[in-house]
């Protein structure tokens, strides 16, 4: 049982990291200039990121559920 929470946590975090590196690069691909114009590509970058950015909270939430779940279970 402890194995699986701990393959839980393992994939929640390699999520939390991918979901943080997505939301990096679209914040780097959104330039100075776009957001000055307020050009479509400067919105679609930043929704862009905030999906990332909410993606990456959820599976921070959901690791901090599982290691309290093993923490009740083990103690």
Do not use: H, P
């Not at 402890?2 to 991918?18: E, G, H, Q, T």
């Not at 479509?40 to 290691?67: H, P, T």
């Amino acid at each position: 049982m402890n194995a699986l929470f701990i393959i839980l946590i393992a994939i929640f975090c390699i999520m939390v990291v991918v979901s943080l590196v997505r939301g990096i690069i679209a914040f780097l691909q959104t330039t100075k200039i776009d957001l000055e114009n307020g050009t479509d590509n400067s919105q679609a970058m930043q929704a862009k990121q905030n999906q990332a950015m909410f993606a990456r909270i959820k599976y921070q939430a959901l690791a901090i559920v599982v290691v309290a779940v093993l923490l009740a279970v083990n103690s």
